[in-house]
């Protein structure tokens, strides 16, 4: 089982820069996937990015959701099982709980799936 905790977040207006954080603990090899959620008070959790945590299957790889790719980079550093997102170039409608994953790509999906999840921190982006 894995277990991940978020940290960063906060108020920000528009145009500036925010730096979320996560660091994953626990059966790591059960994982090969950590990536970034978020929510909008009665909205579903929407993707944001995602980055492989293993050689195999893509070693590196990452993706991003088409409204923030050019603006927020995820990045990672395995020695401390910790994940970052650098949001840049904020909009008001960045504003939402954002939420850390882990998990895993099952035989020949294209995605992870996603079954350990932090508590979230809130991004408030004003204009």
């Known amino acids: 089982q894995v277990e991940v905790v978020e940290s960063g977040g906060g108020s920000v207006q528009a145009g500036g820069s925010l730096t979320l954080a996560c660091t994953a603990s626990?059966?790591?090899?059960?994982?090969?996937?950590m990536g970034w959620y978020r929510q909008i008070p009665g909205s579903q959790r929407e993707f944001v990015a995602e980055i492989s945590t293993k050689d195999i299957p893509r070693n590196g790889v990452r993706n991003y959701a088409d409204n923030v790719r050019g603006r927020f980079t995820i990045s990672r550093d395995l020695s401390v099982n910790t994940i970052w997102l650098q949001m840049d170039s904020l909009k008001p409608e960045d504003t939402a709980v954002y939420y850390c994953?882990?998990?895993?790509?099952?035989?020949?999906?294209?995605?992870?799936?996603?079954?350990?999840w932090g508590q979230g921190t809130r991004v408030t982006v004003s204009s």
């Open positions: 994953a882990a998990g895993r790509i099952y035989g020949l999906e294209h995605r992870p799936r996603y079954n350990a």
């Open positions: 626990g059966n790591m090899w059960s994982i090969d996937h």
